[in-house]
């Protein structure tokens, strides 16, 4: 007789199942085992343990108390009646208090002993109770001797109130002693009665992991028996699966059977066929865009925006200075493997910092932040930070100019300047019906390109705009430059360089920072002198501060031509 893979599946299950029924109910009777013996702990074992702990600092409080008391009667101090009638009283509560709590130490431990769920411990909690018993012994004699101290303190008697307090003290000191060794045989006795518990729940789990053990070996037989084609097609599915979750989409799973899994195996190649086309896609189209934005033209097409929407967004452009005459005397494939090189080192910093790279441009680099790629608060932070980084990975690229060029002696300095403007922008999939790029266009693409060529004419190397700069104040330090109006628009920018991050900028460069932009609030009120005594303070902080050179210029040549009354400050930029 043929049976089908649901019914000899059926069959292993339905044997499976009765086993497993039957470890359940021997599980379900040993855990209320261990439920009783947790309701014994909790009932015995804790309440002597804190019973215990309850008398012993109930002890110290009334021995606190009653040198309090002693103190007060011997030095005289001017006291109502009320204050020491409340001081003996406290003194009383607190060894009656702890008289009480060994008492009912001794109750719970007696419980236990008669309890007939033991731990085999009642041997030591027979000994615990008659140590107990002694210290309520011991407690007694010291209420005797504490009453005499008390009384020769209240006598004003010093020399029998000092004699009396050495042997209270001592009987306080063995008692306090005895008191902890009793706790601690407490905590040990209900410790072994956890463990214990413990043990016996382990040995449920251990029981428990047997009759899995013995379910999966007889379920194992029995499969063996009747489900050998259906168990090595399925091995080589699971396999292919993970393989193809590792990134091996080159995987095929032969096809042995005709039944179900011979029809799910051949959709799986099928799956696996078209998962490896789409990789390749990736693969190619990630090297000339943005994987995220090749994941939005695949995966998910509502990231990119097929009309195009306006958002804020935070756009950088960065350049190498001077990459023209670095590039003249170099052969075409040491200028492709330097250029590589470079662009690899700029475009990092803006990928780690969750950028994506919109287009290169010769040597400079386009980026942009924004959703749905950033959230809109962090956009102008990781832009800064970006730049920041790009900067720090200069001197390593540096280094490695001699292995890509060739040659030793006369490398140039690589610098680069770097532009970041934050505004509304358009963005979205932008070309001809042919070809499109998702890109970003908008006055403020052109305001970060504006800002990166002004790094030439101020000094800079990194500028940002106004929006920027109050987004990101949080995370870095900048200095205000200057207030601009760049070609192609018609309202003034406030412009600022960034000098890095909150805490890792220099004493000098604050100092600089600060001075210079004291003296750019006297320039804008043509406080000519103030601006240019500033300046040149800024000039003996650093030497080579070309920005407050640039003003020293300016206020000399305001000097002989003096700005419209009107002038507010603003420098036309004529150059792009």
Excluded at 3 to 23: E, N, R
Excluded at 119 to 137: G, I, K, P, S
Aim: with cysteine.
């Amino acid at each position: 007789m043929r049976f089908t893979i649901g019914f000899k599946i059926f069959g292993i299950a339905l044997g499976l199942l009765l086993l497993m029924g039957a470890a359940a109910v021997l599980s379900l009777r040993m855990t209320r085992t261990v439920d009783a013996q947790l309701v014994v702990i909790d009932d015995n074992y804790f309440p002597a343990v804190f019973a215990l702990a309850q008398a012993h600092i109930e002890k110290l409080e009334q021995s606190s108390s009653s040198r309090r008391l002693a103190a007060a009667l011997l030095d005289g101090e001017t006291h109502d009646a009320q204050y020491f009638a409340a001081l003996r009283e406290r003194v009383a509560a607190a060894g009656s208090r702890s008289g009480e709590q060994l008492a009912a130490a001794r109750v719970s431990i007696n419980e236990q002993i008669e309890d007939p769920l033991d731990f085999n411990d009642n041997v030591a909690l027979a000994r615990l109770d008659t140590h107990v018993e002694f210290l309520q012994e011991a407690q007694q004699r010291y209420e005797g001797i504490l009453a005499k101290w008390i009384a020769a303190a209240q006598a004003g008697d010093r020399t029998e109130a000092d004699r009396v307090r050495v042997s209270l003290d001592e009987w306080r000191d063995n008692w306090n002693h005895r008191m902890t060794s009793a706790r601690g045989e407490m905590r040990r006795i209900a410790t072994n009665a956890i463990q214990g518990t413990r043990a016996y729940q382990i040995r449920i789990v251990d029981i428990g992991l047997a009759l899995l053990l013995l379910a999966a070996l007889l379920g194992v037989t029995l499969a063996a028996a009747v489900t050998v084609g259906l168990v090595k097609p399925v091995r080589r599915l699971l396999a292919g699966t993970a393989a193809v979750e590792n990134g091996a989409f080159d995987t095929v799973v032969p096809v042995t059977s005709r039944d179900e899994i011979g029809r799910l195996t051949h959709s799986f190649n099928t799956m696996v066929g078209e998962l490896r086309v789409k990789q390749q896609i990736r693969e190619t189209f990630g090297k000339y865009v943005d994987p995220r934005i090749v994941e939005g033209l695949i995966d998910r097409p509502e990231l990119t925006d097929q009309k195009g929407a306006r958002r804020q967004m935070t756009i950088l452009f960065c350049d190498m200075q001077g990459f023209t005459s670095f590039s003249e005397g170099m052969t075409p494939i040491g200028l492709v493997n330097v250029l590589n090189r470079y662009l690899t080192v700029i475009s990092d910093p803006v990928r780690r910092n969750d950028g994506i790279i919109d287009k290169y441009i010769g040597d400079a680099v386009m980026a942009f932040w924004g959703e749905p790629f950033t959230p809109a608060e962090d956009q102008a932070r990781l832009a800064c930070a970006a730049a920041l980084e790009q900067l720090a990975a200069l001197p390593e690229f540096e280094s490695e100019l001699p292995d890509l060029i060739g040659v030793r002696r006369g490398l140039p300095r690589i610098n680069i300047r770097v532009g970041i403007a934050t505004g509304e922008v358009v963005v979205g999939n932008i070309g001809s019906e042919q070809t499109r790029s998702y890109t970003v266009i908008g006055d403020t693409v052109n305001l970060a390109s504006r800002l990166e060529g002004a790094g030439k004419t101020d000094g800079t190397r990194v500028l940002v705009s106004e929006a920027t700069q109050r987004l990101a104040a949080g995370a870095v330090e900048m200095r205000e430059i200057d207030s601009v109006l760049v070609v192609g628009r018609t309202e003034p920018e406030r412009i600022f360089e960034l000098l890095g991050r909150k805490g890792e900028v220099s004493a000098d460069r604050l100092e600089l920072r600060d001075t210079f932009v004291a003296a750019l609030a006297a320039y804008r009120r043509q406080a000519w002198d103030e601006a240019a005594s500033g300046f040149r303070a800024c000039l003996a902080i650093e030497a080579n501060d070309q920005p407050s050179k640039i003003f020293l210029a300016r206020i000399a040549e305001f000097r002989e031509q003096p700005p419209a009354e009107n002038w507010a400050g603003v420098w036309a930029m004529t150059a792009k």
